[in-house]
Protein backbone atom coordinates (compact mmCIF):
# COMPACT_ATOMS: atom_id res chain seq x y z
CA UNK A 1 0.00 0.00 0.00
CA UNK A 2 1.00 3.50 -0.73
CA UNK A 3 0.00 6.95 0.38
CA UNK A 4 1.31 10.14 -1.80
CA UNK A 5 0.65 13.54 0.30
CA UNK A 6 0.84 15.44 -3.22
CA UNK A 7 1.57 19.34 -3.45
CA UNK A 8 0.12 20.77 -5.91
CA UNK A 9 1.71 24.41 -6.45
CA UNK A 10 -0.16 27.81 -6.66
CA UNK A 11 -3.19 27.70 -8.76
CA UNK A 12 -1.52 27.13 -11.97
CA UNK A 13 -1.52 23.38 -13.32
CA UNK A 14 0.99 23.78 -15.42
CA UNK A 15 3.24 24.74 -12.11
CA UNK A 16 2.49 20.83 -10.54
CA UNK A 17 5.85 19.27 -10.47
CA UNK A 18 6.90 16.21 -12.85
CA UNK A 19 7.41 14.04 -9.26
CA UNK A 20 3.68 15.32 -8.40
CA UNK A 21 2.31 13.90 -11.78
CA UNK A 22 3.96 10.50 -11.52
CA UNK A 23 1.97 10.29 -8.08
CA UNK A 24 -1.00 10.72 -9.29
CA UNK A 25 -1.03 9.16 -12.41
CA UNK A 26 0.51 6.02 -9.85
CA UNK A 27 -2.39 6.47 -7.62
CA UNK A 28 -5.54 4.26 -8.11
CA UNK A 29 -7.56 7.05 -5.88
CA UNK A 30 -6.90 10.68 -5.61
CA UNK A 31 -8.60 12.17 -2.80
CA UNK A 32 -9.27 15.86 -2.91
CA UNK A 33 -10.55 18.02 0.37
CA UNK A 34 -13.22 20.31 -0.01
CA UNK A 35 -14.89 23.06 2.18
CA UNK A 36 -18.56 22.64 1.30
CA UNK A 37 -20.58 20.55 3.67
CA UNK A 38 -22.60 18.46 0.46
CA UNK A 39 -18.79 17.38 -0.33
CA UNK A 40 -18.86 18.96 -3.85
CA UNK A 41 -16.21 20.74 -5.96
CA UNK A 42 -18.02 23.98 -7.12
CA UNK A 43 -15.38 26.60 -5.87
CA UNK A 44 -12.70 24.14 -5.44
CA UNK A 45 -9.34 24.85 -7.09
CA UNK A 46 -7.74 21.62 -5.84
CA UNK A 47 -10.39 19.75 -8.07
CA UNK A 48 -10.00 22.31 -11.04
CA UNK A 49 -5.94 21.40 -11.07
CA UNK A 50 -6.56 17.49 -10.65
CA UNK A 51 -8.92 17.74 -13.67
CA UNK A 52 -6.97 19.81 -15.68
CA UNK A 53 -4.12 17.21 -15.22
CA UNK A 54 -6.17 14.55 -16.23
CA UNK A 55 -7.55 16.15 -19.40
CA UNK A 56 -3.61 17.62 -20.27
CA UNK A 57 -1.83 14.28 -19.86
CA UNK A 58 -4.47 11.60 -20.73
CA UNK A 59 -5.37 9.60 -17.62
CA UNK A 60 -8.54 9.22 -15.61
CA UNK A 61 -8.97 8.73 -11.58
CA UNK A 62 -11.79 8.75 -9.31
CA UNK A 63 -11.84 11.21 -7.65
CA UNK A 64 -13.14 10.95 -3.41
CA UNK A 65 -13.88 13.99 -1.65
CA UNK A 66 -13.13 14.61 1.78
CA UNK A 67 -15.07 17.59 3.66
CA UNK A 68 -12.71 19.67 5.31
CA UNK A 69 -14.15 22.90 7.44
CA UNK A 70 -11.86 25.17 8.50
CA UNK A 71 -12.30 24.37 12.32
CA UNK A 72 -9.12 23.10 13.03
CA UNK A 73 -10.47 20.31 15.16
CA UNK A 74 -9.22 16.61 15.41
CA UNK A 75 -12.41 14.94 14.74
CA UNK A 76 -12.47 16.90 11.19
CA UNK A 77 -8.60 15.35 10.87
CA UNK A 78 -9.55 12.06 12.25
CA UNK A 79 -12.65 11.89 9.23
CA UNK A 80 -10.38 12.77 6.96
CA UNK A 81 -8.29 9.77 7.78
CA UNK A 82 -10.87 7.13 8.38
CA UNK A 83 -11.51 7.82 4.75
CA UNK A 84 -7.60 8.28 3.43
CA UNK A 85 -7.12 4.54 5.41
CA UNK A 86 -10.67 3.61 4.11
CA UNK A 87 -9.53 3.89 0.68
CA UNK A 88 -5.66 2.93 0.80
CA UNK A 89 -7.20 -0.97 2.17
CA UNK A 90 -9.56 -1.08 -1.20
CA UNK A 91 -7.46 0.63 -3.76
CA UNK A 92 -4.15 0.20 -2.46
CA UNK A 93 -2.53 3.31 -3.98
CA UNK A 94 -4.10 6.70 -2.70
CA UNK A 95 -2.80 10.90 -3.11
CA UNK A 96 -4.09 13.31 -1.39
CA UNK A 97 -3.51 16.57 -2.48
CA UNK A 98 -3.07 19.97 -1.30
CA UNK A 99 -2.67 23.45 -2.98
CA UNK A 100 1.08 25.34 -2.57
CA UNK A 101 3.28 23.62 -0.82
CA UNK A 102 2.75 20.68 2.04
CA UNK A 103 5.12 22.13 4.43
CA UNK A 104 3.38 25.56 4.85
CA UNK A 105 0.21 25.70 6.41
CA UNK A 106 -1.07 22.66 4.67
CA UNK A 107 -3.33 19.99 6.53
CA UNK A 108 -1.37 17.05 5.44
CA UNK A 109 0.71 17.20 8.87
CA UNK A 110 -2.27 17.26 11.06
CA UNK A 111 -3.62 14.00 8.98
CA UNK A 112 -0.18 12.73 9.16
CA UNK A 113 0.59 13.02 12.72
CA UNK A 114 -2.83 10.90 13.29
CA UNK A 115 -1.72 8.49 10.77
CA UNK A 116 1.79 8.13 12.14
CA UNK A 117 -0.39 7.13 16.11
CA UNK A 118 -2.80 4.77 14.22
CA UNK A 119 -1.11 3.22 11.30
CA UNK A 120 2.66 3.55 11.98
CA UNK A 121 3.87 1.33 8.95
CA UNK A 122 1.54 3.41 6.22
CA UNK A 123 3.13 6.49 7.71
CA UNK A 124 6.60 5.19 7.25
CA UNK A 125 5.95 3.84 3.96
CA UNK A 126 3.86 7.32 2.78
CA UNK A 127 6.03 10.27 0.48
CA UNK A 128 5.27 13.51 0.76
CA UNK A 129 5.68 15.67 -2.35
CA UNK A 130 6.71 19.18 -2.27
CA UNK A 131 5.41 21.51 -4.32
CA UNK A 132 6.25 25.48 -5.84
CA UNK A 133 4.64 28.02 -3.03
CA UNK A 134 2.59 30.89 -3.38
CA UNK A 135 5.50 33.23 -2.33
CA UNK A 136 7.68 31.81 -4.79
CA UNK A 137 5.40 32.18 -7.48
CA UNK A 138 4.83 35.74 -6.32
CA UNK A 139 8.32 36.52 -6.50
CA UNK A 140 8.51 35.24 -10.21
CA UNK A 141 5.57 37.07 -11.35
CA UNK A 142 7.23 40.25 -10.19
CA UNK A 143 10.83 38.97 -11.08
CA UNK A 144 12.21 40.25 -7.53
CA UNK A 145 14.38 38.09 -5.43
CA UNK A 146 12.88 36.79 -2.05
CA UNK A 147 16.52 36.94 -0.70
CA UNK A 148 19.19 37.41 -2.62
CA UNK A 149 23.69 37.75 -1.62
CA UNK A 150 23.70 38.35 2.36
CA UNK A 151 19.67 38.69 3.22
CA UNK A 152 17.16 36.21 4.59
CA UNK A 153 13.57 35.64 4.05
CA UNK A 154 11.14 35.88 6.93
CA UNK A 155 7.57 34.14 6.65
CA UNK A 156 4.85 36.26 9.53
CA UNK A 157 1.50 35.14 9.75
CA UNK A 158 -0.46 38.16 10.50
CA UNK A 159 -1.60 36.75 13.96
CA UNK A 160 -2.20 38.66 16.83
CA UNK A 161 -0.13 36.79 18.99
CA UNK A 162 3.32 35.35 19.57
CA UNK A 163 3.61 32.17 17.61
CA UNK A 164 6.49 29.39 17.31
CA UNK A 165 8.81 29.81 14.55
CA UNK A 166 11.02 26.88 12.71
CA UNK A 167 14.38 28.19 11.26
CA UNK A 168 15.99 27.36 8.53
CA UNK A 169 20.25 28.13 7.96
CA UNK A 170 21.73 28.10 5.11
CA UNK A 171 24.91 28.73 3.25
CA UNK A 172 27.40 27.88 6.21
CA UNK A 173 31.22 27.71 5.34
CA UNK A 174 32.41 24.39 5.69
CA UNK A 175 34.60 23.37 8.77
CA UNK A 176 31.86 25.61 10.69
CA UNK A 177 31.42 25.01 14.23
CA UNK A 178 27.76 24.96 14.82
CA UNK A 179 27.79 25.48 18.58
CA UNK A 180 26.78 28.62 18.40
CA UNK A 181 23.55 28.07 15.88
CA UNK A 182 20.73 28.25 18.63
CA UNK A 183 18.27 25.49 18.97
CA UNK A 184 14.73 25.61 20.08
CA UNK A 185 12.95 22.42 18.67
CA UNK A 186 13.96 19.59 16.61
CA UNK A 187 16.79 20.19 14.98
CA UNK A 188 18.03 18.39 11.74
CA UNK A 189 21.18 18.86 9.00
CA UNK A 190 20.83 17.83 5.35
CA UNK A 191 23.98 17.07 3.07
CA UNK A 192 23.55 17.16 -0.77
CA UNK A 193 19.81 16.97 -1.21
CA UNK A 194 18.95 14.84 -4.13
CA UNK A 195 22.56 14.21 -4.96
CA UNK A 196 24.25 10.69 -4.45
CA UNK A 197 25.51 11.96 -1.36
CA UNK A 198 22.75 12.82 0.55
CA UNK A 199 22.39 12.58 4.13
CA UNK A 200 19.92 13.21 7.02
CA UNK A 201 20.86 13.75 10.53
CA UNK A 202 18.02 14.25 13.01
CA UNK A 203 20.34 15.94 15.04
CA UNK A 204 22.83 19.22 14.47
CA UNK A 205 26.26 18.61 13.07
CA UNK A 206 28.43 20.11 15.27
CA UNK A 207 30.86 20.91 12.10
CA UNK A 208 29.93 20.95 8.78
CA UNK A 209 31.10 19.09 6.21
CA UNK A 210 29.73 20.27 2.84
CA UNK A 211 29.19 23.15 1.22
CA UNK A 212 25.47 22.47 0.74
CA UNK A 213 24.29 21.97 4.11
CA UNK A 214 20.77 23.15 5.64
CA UNK A 215 19.96 23.16 8.85
CA UNK A 216 16.42 23.34 9.93
CA UNK A 217 15.25 23.99 13.62
CA UNK A 218 11.71 22.19 13.25
CA UNK A 219 9.47 24.20 16.24
CA UNK A 220 5.73 23.42 17.15
Same mark, same amino acid.
Given at each position: ????????????????? #??????????? /?????? $???????????????? $?????????????????????????????? /????????????????????? @?????? /???????? $? $???????????? #????????????????????????? @????????????????????????????????????????????????????????????????? /??
Amino acid at each position: MKLYMVSLGPGDFELVT #IKALKALKNSN /VICVPT $KSPDQSFKKSLTYKIV $KNLMKEFEFEREIIPLYAPMHFKTQDWQRQ /VDILMHNLHECKSVSFVTLGD @SAIYSS /VYYLLDLI $K $KQYKEVHDKSEV #IPGITSFSHASAKSKKPLCLGDSSL @SIIPLLDKEVPSTTIYMRPKIGLDTKDIPQNGDMYTFENLNFSEEKIYPHKKEVVEKYMTLFIDF /VE
